[in-house]
């Protein structure tokens, strides 16, 4: 796990300053090593940095930038790839040799032999540059889930990346400005992360699955193109039995790879199905090796997910790490956690998941296996049920549909209403969407912005919605995980694991994420992700009977970390209002009237909402970043 940075000037290269500034906003991402290296090619400046994490090979074997054997391609490279080992054998065969155990060598070598044609045979997370001194290109690639970062941007004809937006704002020539669109999204919507536009003006994310080339010659920026597509076509050659088994080896042979390393490493446990499913599946394939867990836990909160934890902690055998906040605590790491992050977020629920990254690093541990992307995969959350009715209602079982909800309704937390609800939400769109959420309340233009101001920058005032590329009857459900997997949704929840990891210097590994499950589950029939009854998970549960105890896998509840928000915001509300009065100078944020608002949710007027929190996160964040 490691750091990059750097990019192309036409004229003058970055001064020793910036690019010092930019290395050292990567140095909790790479405390261990760190490289630059210089060349001038066809007239330009080509810069590439990088700071390492030591994971895998902790020799000097692993420093960066790489050069090829054969002395034509140069890469920088964040991420690991599980199955190095195996590539390695596989180019050995082809006549490669190496110098090293690292699974950048790796990388480096099956760039040399394959091209791109490399990228469908790698499993794990990376974004990487690799620069071709022969056809005079940098090639800029990202991971299929967008598990790790890539920014970039063009400045003055200059074609910057990195792996955090404030390395990136190190090399620019100018003082960075607030996107105000994004920032309209969030403050309103809660949107964020959903497509390649970062909160600062002009720069950018590389999607998920996607790749672009730089072009030294012709000083040009190619057009990105993806270069991994999820299928949703479904497959019927799978009982549900043979289904469960399938996404079994495929799980366990994930967890295999992914504890490959070489410095210690842990868990992070929830309690919940998807993080449960990782340790139990830790100690299944290494029945003698010590597992380390970190959890947060909710005291005294109907969101404490303690007990859960702790059954699996005996289950497995395994050294528990549990940590508590407190909104003190919460008030002391705010700007920290902001820093960290580099844009806003959701909610405090990030916060319980940085201080268990910080629990982990106290502990002596490097490397983390998280649960990140389950639901995603596997229909998880509420069970997706407006696409799920939809699929049914337009396949022509009526019947099953109405069975349906009313199974589906039965489950904590839900009802028939709030099933109906949903597929209205699924079966509209433009306009009519619109109108249904003022309708619900959601107002497009709350009182405390300016919407003269805001219609004036061009900021479109509507819900940002987006919707799955993929129109396949049937399979309304399976094209709302693939949309969730590569554009919508799953990407803050990686980017909050990335950060707060980094920020803590932990390798965070997400084992679900792979393209052979991905691949598997989205081609299954949507009633082995839910079941008729409601379940969600439901053939992934099946999978894991026998190696995660039942108790856990027959919850019917989901928490995760969350934190009790409500309650820790309002008693520090003197604090949280001295925030909300720092004037930012936003022109289009009518800051009086947020206090306004704030007043009357305190004093009870005004029911509390997530609202509070994006206002205490966009402020600070915009005088950390932009004032």
Known sequence: MCGILGGVWRKDAPDAFKLDSGISALRFRGPNDSGVERFQWGGAHVLLGHTRLSIIDLTVGGHQPMHGANGRYVVVFNGEIYNYKELREELKALGCQFISDSDTEVLL????????????????????????????????????????????????????????????????????????????????????????????????????????????????????????????????????????????????????????????????????????????????????????TFSYIAAGSDLNEENWADLVNRHVGAISHKVIVTPEELASDLDDMISAQ?????????????????????????????????????????????????????????????????????????????????????????????????????????????????????????????????????????????????????????????????????????????????????SLPEHYLISLGGETKSVFRAAMRGIVPDEILDRKDKVGFQTPEQLWLTSMSGTVREWLRADIGLPFLDQAAILREFDEIIGGRKAFSWQVWRWINFIRWHQHFLT
């Open 109 to 292: 070598a099956a760039w040399m032999v394959w091209g791109k044609g490399c990228l469908p045979r790698l499993m794990g997370m990376f974004a990487f540059v690799v620069f071709d001194k022969e056809s005079s290109t940098l090639t800029c690639v990202r991971d299929a889930f967008g598990i790790k970062p890539f920014f970039y941007t063009e400045d003055s004809g200059n074609f910057l990346f990195a792996s955090e937006a404030p390395a990136l704002m190190a090399l620019k020539s100018s003082k960075p400005q607030l996107n105000w669109q994004r920032g309209y999204d969030y403050l309103v919507h809660g949107d964020y992360d959903s497509r390649p536009e970062t909160f600062f003006e002009g720069v950018l994310h590389l999607p998920p699955g996607h790749m672009l080339v730089v072009d030294l010659a012709a000083s040009s920026v190619g057009e990105i193109k993806r270069w991994w597509t999820p299928s949703i076509q479904q497959r019927n050659d799978l009982s549900f039995e043979d289904a469960a088994e399938l996404v079994r080896e495929n799980f366990l042979h994930s967890i295999r790879l992914h504890l490959r390393s070489d410095v210690p490493l842990g868990a992070a446990l929830s309690g919940g199905v998807d993080s449960s499913a990782v340790v139990c599946a830790m100690r299944h394939v290494a029945p003698d090796h010590p597992i380390h």
């Open 342 to 522: 580099g844009e806003p977020f959701g909610s405090t629920s990030i916060y319980a998941q940085y201080r268990v990254y910080k629990l982990a690093k106290d502990s002596g541990i490097t490397v983390t296996l998280d649960g990140q992307g389950a639901d995603e995969m596997l229909a998880g959350y509420n069970g997706y049920p407006g696409p799920r009715f939809r699929s049914l209602l337009e396949t022509g079982q009526w019947v099953r549909a109405w069975r349906f909800l009313n199974a589906w309704a039965k489950w904590p937390g839900r009802s028939r209403a709030m099933g109906l609800k949903m597929l209205a939400a699924e079966i509209t769109d433009g306009a009519l969407y619109q109108a249904l959420r003022r309708f619900s309340g959601r107002k497009a233009v709350p009182e405390w912005v300016r919407e003269d101001v805001l219609l004036h920058g061009d900021v479109s005032l509507r819900h940002p919605r987006l919707r799955p590329n993929f129109d396949l009857r049937g399979r309304r459900v399976v094209a709302e995980l693939a949309h969730s997997l590569t554009e919508r949704g799953l990407s803050s929840l990686l980017r909050h694991g990335d950060r707060n990891s980094m920020r803590f210097s932990i390798e965070s590994r997400v084992p679900f994420l792979t393209h052979e499950q991905a691949e598997l589950l989205l």
